[in-house]
């Protein structure tokens, strides 16, 4: 496996920059997921990491050994695509084995090649099936099995789960989690679904508008997010945003619009009446306490693990979490209260104002 260095990376299309300049370091045998919405460049860095694409300015290295242009066949690398990109004349083992026949790699390794991966994904009885005969979930692990038998220097994902309903999801992503333990292998996985990226990755790059917005682990991004974008993109449902502003006395507080006053647990260190953007998790707003404010109940939704509460907050809407079934019977209103404990400060320019 390899370590991959991408520095100073930039992508035009024309006189448009949709990559600004990305740095980031891989580890050998981490996995590493881009995740962000739809058009922030996480595809188009992967695909210039493959050589399908590229690359503007800037360097990519992998394994010590810059790969600007060297064609994707020449990078050792294996990618596994969203639509499968199987051969419909070639049964499953022929699929697995296809870029090892093209190596000319002798008949016995490849036997030896195709019979382990297709040990490691449950292929065994499907080797002699054509991709028309297979679900969704069973051509999405041929196509990892084409990629393990190349025992590629990394993998690279481009949103290999989209196309499969949300049971088959979960499975997936449990399996390519316990391939990457049982492997080891570099990988770099591209999702706009936070769910996948949070619970498959090592560490998460949070991208948008071509421009990594923070790097670190998913607890890292979840509990601490740099900026209200990473705030508002990790976590479902997602971090609630009430606009105020910072008051000092008597006590750190934000006051909101109605005049509301939330304390904060220490003093952030910014200019009285600076306007800022107060953020809470739904699982940490604190329902039915004596002393909250009253908020309106405009929606409840039960989820069988809890239940998510649509409230209106001095006109605001806030969303709560819980796993008390007893507010299903909560009546037009409910008190609500904001622990400082868990609260998330952002300033002006939507940047974390550190609050612990």
């Not at 382990?116 to 999405?140: C, I, M, T, V, Y």
Request: aromatic share 4%; hydrophobic share 45%; net charge neutral.
């Amino acid at each position: 496996m390899a370590s991959i260095d991408i520095a100073g990376i930039t992508k035009n299309f024309g006189n448009i920059e949709v990559l600004h300049g990305i740095d980031l370091d891989i580890e050998d045998g981490e996995f590493i997921v881009l995740v962000g919405p739809s058009g922030c460049g996480k595809s188009t860095l992967l695909r210039m990491i493959a050589g399908l694409e590229e690359v503007s300015s800037g360097d990519i290295t992998i394994a010590g050994r810059r790969v600007n242009d060297l064609a994707p066949r020449d990078r050792d690398i294996a990618m596994v695509f969203q639509s499968y990109a199987l051969y419909p004349h070639m049964n499953v083992a022929g699929n697995m084995s296809y870029s090892l026949r093209l190596r000319r790699t002798a008949k016995d390794r490849i036997a030896q090649a195709v019979s382990g991966a297709a040990g490691k994904l449950g292929l065994e009885p499907l080797l002699d099936r054509r991709p028309k005969a297979l679900s969704g979930g069973q051509r999405q692990r041929v196509a990892m099995g084409r990629a393990i038998v190349r025992q590629p220097k990394a993998f690279l994902f481009d949103e290999p789960l989209s196309n499969l309903d949300a049971r088959l999801r979960e499975q997936m992503r449990a399996e390519i989690k316990r391939l990457h333990a049982e492997l080891g292998a570099t990988s770099i996985y591209v999702t706009h679904d936070q769910i996948e990226a949070m619970t498959l990755a090592d560490r998460i790059v949070a991208m948008q508008g071509g421009v990594v917005q923070q790097v670190g682990t998913p607890l890292d991004l979840y509990d601490r997010p740099a900026n209200l974008f990473v705030a508002g993109f990790i976590g479902s449902p997602g971090m609630n945003f009430l606009p105020g502003r910072y008051d000092a006395a008597p006590g750190p507080a934000v006051i909101l619009a109605d005049g509301a006053r939330i304390a904060l647990p220490l003093d952030p260190g910014l200019a009285p009446g600076a306007e800022v953007t107060l953020g809470i998790r739904p699982e940490h707003v604190a329902l039915g306490e004596s002393g909250g404010m009253e908020a309106g109940v405009d929606l409840i939704e039960p989820t069988g693990l809890g239940i998510i509460l649509h409230l209106s907050l001095q006109g605001v809407g806030l969303k709560a979490f819980t796993a008390d079934r007893g507010v299903l019977n909560s009546g037009p209103s409910i008190r609500v209260s904001l622990p400082s404990a868990h609260l998330h400060l952002f300033d002006s320019a939507g940047n974390r104002v550190a609050l612990r």
